[in-house]
C-alpha cells in the first residue's frame, strides 16, 4: 500500500514529519510512566518521616501529572495531523481517480460499468482515508510503545524477557498466513459491494423503465442477491480477522504471563524491589494492548490495501486516445471548418471481427451541410465519433482543417466543434450553468442571445427563478423539446465551426420539432454541420446527403436526385419520410 500511495503523500511530507514527532513524544511519554510509578513506589513510599515522605509522594505525584500532561498534548497534536492527513490525502485521491476517469476514452466505459467506479472512488478512499488518518498512526504509537516496552523489560528482566522474545517470534508466523488470507478476502468484499453499487447507479438511472415494466420486485431480488453475496465476503473476511486478532492476543498474553510470573518469583527471592514489580507489570500491560492494537491495525491495513490495488488499477488505466507528443496547432479559427475522411477503416474494440467504417471517403466543403442517412449500424454515429477522436481509425486518416484529428490537441480539435445530441443531457446546475456549460466565462448577455437564437428565451423566463432556476437532475423539469432547445443554445454559445448534430430531433413531437428545426436551421447559418438524421424537413435542407450501409458510402446527392435513382434512399425515404 505505501508505494502506491508515496505520490500522493510526498506533498505533505513535512506533515508527515511532525506527526511522527508528536506520535513518538506521546509514546515516550506513555513509556516514562512507569519508570515514575516505580520511584513513586521504591522512593515515596520509604521514607520514615511523615513530612519527608509527604513531601516526596507529592513530588512523585507531580511528575506522574507532568507525564500524563505531556502525553495528553502530544496525542492531542498527533491526532490532529494524522486526521488532516487522512482527510487531505483522501481529496487528493477521489480527485486523481475521478480526473483521470473523465480523461478515458468510450473505449474504457464499455468494459467498466459507472457503479463500479462511484464504488472506487467513494467506498475505497474512505477506507484508505480511515487508515492514513487513525489506523496508520494508531498502529505506529503502539509498535514504538511496544518495542519500546519490550526493550525497557529486556533491560531490567533479561532472562526472563529473552525466553518471552522466543515465544513471540512463533506467534508472527501464523499471523502472516491469516494475513494473506485478510488481504485476498478484503479485495473480493470490496468488489462485491462495488457490484450492488453498479446495479443501483443502473436502475436508479433507467426507473422509470424499471416502474414501466412493473420490474421493481424483480430489480431488488437482483440487488439482495449482490447484497448478500457481499455480506457473505465480508464475513468470512470478518471470521478470518477475529481468528488473526484472537490468535494473537492470546499467545500474546500468555507468553508475558509467563514473563510476570518469572518477576513475581523474582520479588519473593528478593532479586528485585516491589516498585521494579510495578513497573514490570505495567510495561506487560503495555505492550499486551499494543499488541492488541496491532493486531487491529494490521487487518485495516490488509483490508486498505485491496482498496489501494482497486484505485491503482483505475488510475493505471491508459486511454488508447491522448494528447500527441508534438502536438500541432490548428489555423486560427476563421470561418467555417473543412473535414476530410480519407480511406478510413475503423472497427471497435469491443467488436473486432465486424468493421464498423470501412474504406469511408468523405470531403465536407468549408459552410457545407451534410447530412448521413442510412439503417440502424450503418455507421453513422461512428463518424461523428472518429471525428471527435474518441476512437483512433485503424486504417486511413481524419483531418480538420487541414490538420490530421491525431496530430491535434484534444481541447484544440473538440473547442471547433459543438454537438447536439439526440437525447440531450442537462446537468443539475440553473439554466444559465446549463447553456455556457461549453464556455464558462461567457456573460449573461451572451448567454441570453444564444437562449433567443434557439427559441429557448420564452419558456427559460417563464421559470420560477429565469435564468437561475435548477433545472432538475437529467432537466426532469423540462419537455423534451425544451431540453433539446437548450442544447442548441449551448453549441450556438460554444461558437464552434463545425456543427454535429446526432438524430437532434428524432425523439420530438411535431410542435416541438417545429421549434427545434427553427433553431436548428438558426445554428447552422455560417457553420459547416454534419448531420445525422431521419426526418425529412433537417435532410431537405441538406446541401448533400452521403447514404450509408455497412460502414460505406453507397450514395451521395440531393434529395430529389436520390429518390429519383430509386436506390436505398428512396426506399428509406419510402418508409420513413412519408407523412
Same mark, same amino acid.
Given at each position: 500500500?505505501?508505494?502506491?500511495?508515496?505520490?500522493?503523500?510526498?506533498?505533505?511530507?513535512?506533515?508527515?514529519?511532525?506527526?511522527?514527532?508528536?506520535?513518538?513524544?506521546?509514546? $515516550?511519554?506513555?513509556?516514562?510512566?512507569? /519508570?515514575?510509578?516505580?520511584?513513586?513506589?521504591?522512593?515515596?513510599?520509604?521514607? #520514615?518521616?511523615?513530612?519527608?515522605?509527604? =513531601?516526596?509522594?507529592?513530588?512523585?505525584?507531580?511528575?506522574?501529572?507532568?507525564?500524563?500532561?505531556?502525553?495528553?498534548?502530544?496525542?492531542?497534536?498527533?491526532?490532529?495531523?494524522?486526521?488532516?492527513?487522512?482527510?487531505? $490525502?483522501?481529496?487528493?485521491?477521489?480527485?486523481?481517480?475521478?480526473?483521470?476517469?473523465?480523461?478515458?476514452?468510450?473505449?474504457?466505459?464499455?468494459?467498466?460499468?459507472?457503479?463500479?467506479?462511484?464504488?472506487?472512488?467513494?467506498?475505497?478512499?474512505?477506507?484508505?482515508?480511515?487508515?492514513? &488518518?487513525?489506523?496508520?498512526?494508531?498502529?505506529?504509537?503502539?509498535? /514504538?510503545?511496544?518495542?519500546?516496552?519490550?526493550?525497557?523489560?529486556?533491560?531490567?528482566?533479561?532472562?526472563? =524477557?529473552?525466553?518471552?522474545?522466543?515465544?513471540?517470534?512463533?506467534?508472527?508466523?501464523?499471523?502472516?498466513?491469516? &494475513?494473506?488470507?485478510?488481504?485476498?478476502?478484503?479485495?473480493?468484499?470490496?468488489?462485491?459491494?462495488?457490484?450492488?453499487?453498479?446495479?443501483?447507479?443502473?436502475?436508479?438511472?433507467? /426507473?422509470?423503465?424499471?416502474?414501466?415494466?412493473?420490474?421493481?420486485?424483480?430489480?431488488?431480488?437482483?440487488?439482495?442477491?449482490?447484497?448478500?453475496?457481499?455480506?457473505?465476503?465480508?464475513?468470512? +473476511?470478518?471470521?478470518?480477522?477475529?481468528?488473526?486478532?484472537?490468535?494473537?492476543?492470546?499467545?500474546?498474553?500468555?507468553?508475558?504471563?509467563?514473563?510476570?510470573?518469572?518477576?513475581?518469583?523474582?520479588?519473593?527471592?528478593?532479586? /528485585?524491589?516491589?516498585?521494579?514489580?510495578?513497573?514490570?507489570?505495567?510495561?506487560?500491560?503495555?505492550?499486551?494492548?499494543?499488541? #492488541?492494537?496491532?493486531?487491529? $491495525?494490521?487487518?485495516?491495513?490488509?483490508?486498505?490495501?485491496?482498496?489501494?490495488?482497486?484505485? =491503482?488499477?483505475?488510475?493505471?488505466?491508459?486511454?488508447?486516445?491522448?494528447?500527441?507528443?508534438?502536438?500541432?496547432?490548428?489555423?486560427?479559427?476563421? &470561418?467555417?471548418?473543412?473535414?476530410?475522411?480519407?480511406?478510413?477503416?475503423?472497427?471497435?474494440?469491443?467488436?473486432?471481427?465486424?468493421?464498423?467504417?470501412?474504406?469511408?471517403?468523405?470531403?465536407?466543403?468549408?459552410?457545407?451541410?451534410?447530412?448521413?442517412?442510412?439503417?440502424?449500424?450503418?455507421?453513422?454515429?461512428?463518424?461523428?465519433?472518429?471525428?471527435?477522436?474518441?476512437?483512433?481509425?485503424?486504417?486511413?486518416?481524419?483531418?480538420?482543417?487541414?490538420?490530421?484529428?491525431?496530430?491535434?490537441?484534444?481541447?484544440?480539435?473538440?473547442?471547433?466543434?459543438?454537438?447536439?445530441?439526440?437525447?440531450?443531457?442537462?446537468?443539475?446546475?440553473?439554466?444559465?450553468?446549463?447553456?455556457?456549460?461549453?464556455?464558462?466565462?461567457?456573460?449573461?448577455?451572451? $448567454?441570453?442571445?444564444?437562449?433567443?437564437?434557439?427559441?429557448?428565451?420564452?419558456?427559460?423566463?417563464?421559470?420560477?427563478?429565469?435564468?437561475?432556476?435548477?433545472?432538475?437532475?437529467?432537466?426532469? +423539469?423540462?419537455?423534451?423539446?425544451?431540453?433539446?432547445?437548450?442544447?442548441?443554445?449551448?453549441?450556438?454559445?460554444?461558437?464552434?465551426?463545425?456543427?454535429?448534430?446526432?438524430?437532434?430531433?428524432?425523439?420530438?413531437?411535431?410542435?416541438?420539432?417545429?421549434?427545434?428545426?427553427?433553431?436548428?436551421?438558426?445554428?447552422?447559418?455560417?457553420?459547416?454541420?454534419?448531420?445525422?438524421?431521419?426526418?425529412?424537413?433537417?435532410?431537405?435542407?441538406?446541401?448533400?446527403?452521403?447514404?450509408?450501409?455497412?460502414?460505406?458510402?453507397?450514395?451521395?446527392?440531393?434529395?430529389?436526385?436520390?429518390?429519383?435513382?430509386?436506390?436505398?434512399?428512396?426506399?428509406?425515404?419510402?418508409?420513413?419520410?412519408?407523412?
Amino acid at each position: 500500500m505505501g508505494p502506491a500511495l508515496w505520490p500522493f503523500l510526498r506533498p505533505y511530507r513535512w506533515r508527515i514529519a511532525s506527526a511522527v514527532v508528536f506520535l513518538v513524544m506521546a509514546a $515516550v511519554a506513555t513509556l516514562v510512566f512507569p /519508570i515514575a510509578l516505580r520511584q513513586l513506589i521504591d522512593q515515596g513510599l520509604i521514607a #520514615a518521616d511523615p513530612g519527608e515522605r509527604m =513531601m516526596a509522594l507529592r513530588e512523585h505525584f507531580l511528575w506522574l501529572f507532568a507525564t500524563g500532561a505531556a502525553l495528553g498534548l502530544f496525542s492531542a497534536l498527533r491526532f490532529y495531523a494524522v486526521s488532516w492527513l487522512g482527510e487531505r $490525502v483522501s481529496a487528493d485521491l477521489r480527485t486523481a481517480v475521478y480526473a483521470h476517469v473523465l480523461r478515458q476514452s468510450p473505449e474504457f466505459f464499455e468494459t467498466t460499468q459507472t457503479g463500479e467506479v462511484i464504488s472506487r472512488i467513494t467506498t475505497d478512499t474512505t477506507v484508505i482515508q480511515s487508515i492514513v &488518518g487513525s489506523s496508520l498512526s494508531m498502529g505506529l504509537r503502539n509498535m /514504538i510503545m511496544g518495542i519500546g516496552a519490550i526493550a525497557l523489560l529486556i533491560a531490567t528482566n533479561p532472562w526472563v =524477557m529473552t525466553q518471552v522474545m522466543g515465544i513471540l517470534v512463533l506467534v508472527v508466523l501464523p499471523a502472516l498466513f491469516f &494475513g494473506r488470507r485478510v488481504r485476498r478476502l478484503s479485495r473480493a468484499s470490496q468488489d462485491r459491494v462495488a457490484d450492488t453499487s453498479a446495479i443501483a447507479a443502473e436502475m436508479l438511472n433507467a /426507473i422509470t423503465v424499471v416502474q414501466s415494466h412493473a420490474q421493481e420486485g424483480r430489480e431488488a431480488q437482483r440487488f439482495d442477491v449482490a447484497s448478500e453475496a457481499a455480506f457473505d465476503t465480508a464475513r468470512k +473476511r470478518a471470521r478470518v480477522r477475529a481468528l488473526l486478532v484472537a490468535f494473537i492476543i492470546t499467545a500474546t498474553f500468555g507468553a508475558l504471563l509467563w514473563g510476570l510470573y518469572q518477576g513475581t518469583q523474582a520479588v519473593m527471592a528478593g532479586r /528485585i524491589s516491589a516498585g521494579h514489580l510495578g513497573q514490570t507489570v505495567v510495561y506487560v500491560i503495555l505492550l499486551v494492548s499494543s499488541v #492488541a492494537v496491532l493486531a487491529e $491495525v494490521w487487518g485495516e491495513l490488509l483490508r486498505a490495501a485491496g482498496a489501494t490495488e482497486r484505485l =491503482m488499477e483505475l488510475l493505471a488505466a491508459r486511454s488508447p486516445v491522448a494528447d500527441p507528443v508534438a502536438p500541432l496547432d490548428p489555423p486560427a479559427q476563421s &470561418g467555417p471548418s473543412r473535414v476530410v475522411f480519407h480511406q478510413v477503416g475503423f472497427h471497435y474494440p469491443s467488436r473486432p471481427d465486424r468493421a464498423a467504417l470501412t474504406q469511408f471517403d468523405l470531403h465536407i466543403a468549408p459552410g457545407e451541410t451534410v447530412a448521413l442517412v442510412g439503417p440502424s449500424g450503418a455507421g453513422k454515429s461512428t463518424v461523428l465519433q472518429l471525428l471527435q477522436r474518441f476512437y483512433d481509425v485503424q486504417q486511413g486518416h481524419i483531418e480538420l482543417d487541414g490538420v490530421p484529428v491525431d496530430r491535434m490537441r484534444l481541447a484544440d480539435l473538440r473547442s471547433r466543434m459543438a454537438l447536439v445530441p439526440q437525447q440531450s443531457v442537462i446537468f443539475s446546475a440553473s439554466a444559465l450553468d446549463n447553456i455556457r456549460y461549453g464556455r464558462p466565462e461567457a456573460s449573461r448577455d451572451e $448567454v441570453i442571445a444564444a437562449a433567443r437564437a434557439a427559441h429557448a428565451h420564452e419558456f427559460i423566463e417563464q421559470l420560477p427563478q429565469g435564468y437561475d432556476s435548477f433545472l432538475g437532475e437529467r432537466g426532469v +423539469r423540462l419537455s423534451g423539446g425544451q431540453r433539446q432547445r437548450i442544447a442548441i443554445a449551448r453549441a450556438m454559445l460554444q461558437n464552434a465551426s463545425l456543427l454535429l448534430l446526432d438524430e437532434a430531433t428524432s425523439a420530438l413531437d411535431a410542435e416541438s420539432e417545429r421549434l427545434v428545426q427553427q433553431a436548428l436551421d438558426e445554428a447552422m447559418r455560417d457553420r459547416t454541420t454534419l448531420v445525422i438524421a431521419h426526418r425529412l424537413a433537417t435532410v431537405q435542407r441538406a446541401d448533400r446527403i452521403v447514404v450509408m450501409e455497412d460502414g460505406r458510402i453507397v450514395e451521395q446527392g440531393r434529395h430529389a436526385e436520390l429518390v429519383a435513382r430509386g436506390g436505398l434512399y428512396a426506399r428509406l425515404a419510402a418508409l420513413q419520410f412519408t407523412h
